[in-house]
Every structure is written in C-alpha cells, then in structure tokens.
C-alpha cells in the first residue's frame, strides 16, 4: 500500500519569465480514504501555457496557486485503491490534481476515460482540454462557416494543432498557420493537412500572412505582433477568438496598434476560457472521438519521462520545446 508520494510545489512567484528556482519537489503523506474517495497513481502530467498566471498573484478566470502547496493541472492514471461505489480498482482516470504522483481524489473528480478509444494520453491533449478549446473555439466563438479562411498562430502546440485540422474537417476552405521552426511548419503542411504555413522567426508575420488574406477566422494563442497582423489582413465582419496569449505571459507586450481597424471592418474580437463552454464537451467527443480512432484526425506529443522534469516540460512551453502537447509520463 502506498503510503507516501511526490508532489511538486510552488515556492516564490516569478517575477518575468519562471526559473526552476521558483518550485519545489517534496515527499509527503497520502491521507486515509475517506468515503467515495479514491487513490490515483498517475500515469501522465499535462504542463499547459494557462498555468504561468495561476502563478501570478492576480485576480483572474481561475484562483492562483498556493505557495507552498502542490501545483494543480490535468492528469490521467489508474485507480489503486477506492471506497467508490462508481470508479473501481483499475479504472483509468482524467482529473485536476496533477504535478504530483498520487492523488487522494473525491469520485466526482475524477472521470473515467475509454482507454480502448485512445490511449490515456491523448484525454490531455487530443481528446482533452486542448481539443474542446480548439471546438470551442472554432464553433461557439469563431463562428466558422463553409469557406472561411482561418489563421492560426502557435499551430504547432496542443490546441493549435487541433484547430486546422478541425477548421478543415468543419468546412473552412484554406488554413494557415504560424510555428516556430521550418520543422513544425512542415509538420503543419506534410501531415496535418494546412494548406500553408510560415514560420515566424523568419520575418514579420504581416509579411508572411499578406498573401493568405483575406481571413475570416484568425484563432489566436499568441497576441502581440499575431495579433496585430490577423487585424491588418481580417476580411470585413472577421471574427477574432482570443484563446491565449503566450507572447506577454511572462513580460507584458503592447497591444495591437491598429485596433481601429476592427471599427473599419466590423470585426468581433472575442477572448473566451474553454471552461464555459462545457455544454460542447458531448458534442465535441462524439464528433472527434471517431475522427481520431479512425486516423482522420492526427497529433503529436512531446513527452519527458519522471516528475522531476515536471518543470523542465513546463518552462520548455515558452521556448517552443514541444510539438503539439507537452507531457509528463510517470509509468
């Protein structure tokens, strides 16, 4: 019986960009079952851009992380031990209580996933938060129709990978992306089935996107200069889902400086969290699930073996370390 397990804490809030000096990996005592609750050996770890402001002493969306306390995000591992009359011994789970090894969960925390479907993994990317954000953000907020055009920046990560691939098998017509090395842009075109894609280190990206335009749908994980140029090259009545913003997360950037161009074209600027709109989540699965299992839709992960590389995986998020979702495999 496991008695004792691994968590990684937060120990300092960053001032700019995070450094491992900000966490903290400590052994500490499982409690008793009480109840309904059940023990969890995770399996893998999600690390997600989102997680750097829930580091920031802030209000926002979602409470910040408690010092000193375990750091909390997606994970998937098998039930060992339960007092549950619905999630058995053996049952592979999706749940919250993540950076840590073995978690003591309520049942209603976690849910069972159908492992003969996908593998376990692919409930944190795939077939997890990032996919239902990027139907989400496609559906609900971009209001895709047949034709469209979309653009995509940081298309080479988790959800961006998820979203042309989506936008095409919605009906857009031509889908764009933006990554960061000659590598993912290949990715993006060769086996995701973009039909174009650049790499912003490579020049600016009003230059590189001008001969795309006009857009009709831009999905921005990015901000900053992406931002800026989907707004200089958005069709009249282009609609703009603000997903992420990674190129400010650890150091403020600028706005865009041409906003007054939303007014000319009538474009509809939307930030959305994918926690909202959880009504999508049984659409979303019985949609994708089978695009998935049949091969029609693909994704990658980069993965890092062992909890202490946990923050490794999670500081390499804003230097482009992964291609398409970052995870943790614990075994």
């Not at 650049?198 to 006009?214: M, T």
Request: charged share 20%.
């Amino acid at each position: 019986m496991t008695t004792t397990t691994r968590q990684v804490q937060l120990t300092a809030r960053p001032q700019g960009t995070p450094t491992p000096e900000n966490f903290r990996t400590v052994e500490v005592d499982l409690p008793d079952l009480e109840a309904g609750q059940v023990l969890v050996r995770n399996t893998y770890l999600s690390v997600d851009p989102y997680m750097r402001g829930r580091m920031n002493d802030v209000k926002s969306y979602t409470p910040p992380f408690a010092l000193d306390a375990p750091l909390e995000g997606g994970a998937v591992g098998v039930v060992e031990e339960s007092s549950s009359d619905t999630v058995p011994v053996g049952a592979t789970v999706l749940h919250m209580a993540g950076w840590r090894e073995h978690a003591v969960l309520g049942e209603r925390e976690a849910r069972v996933v159908d492992v003969d479907t996908a593998p376990a993994s692919a409930y944190l990317g795939a077939l997890g938060m990032p996919g239902l954000t990027a139907w989400a953000g496609l559906t609900a907020i971009g209001q895709l129709h047949d034709g469209d055009t979309v653009f995509v920046s940081g298309a080479a990560g988790a959800v961006g990978s998820m979203v042309g691939q989506l936008a095409k098998k919605l009906g857009a017509a031509k889908v764009v992306g933006s990554a960061g090395s000659a590598e993912k842009v290949a990715w993006l075109v060769d086996e995701l089935g973009y039909d174009a894609a650049f790499d912003y280190s490579q020049g600016p990206v009003a230059r590189q996107l001008a001969p795309h335009a006009p857009v009709d749908v831009y999905f921005d994980n990015v901000g900053g200069d992406h931002l800026e140029a989907a707004i200089l090259h958005m069709a009249d009545y282009g609609r703009l889902a603000l997903c992420g913003a990674i190129a400010g997360y650890d150091n403020p950037v600028p706005g865009p400086r041409n906003l007054m161009m939303a007014i000319a074209k009538r474009l509809t600027l939307r930030g959305f969290i994918v926690s909202d709109h959880g009504d999508l989540a049984g659409e979303f699965y019985r949609t994708v699930g089978p695009w998935l299992a049949g091969g029609e839709i693909r994704y990658r992960e980069t993965v890092l073996d062992g909890l202490d590389r946990t923050v490794e995986g999670f500081l390499g998020l804003a230097t482009g370390a992964n291609t398409g979702k970052m995870l943790i495999r614990l075994g």
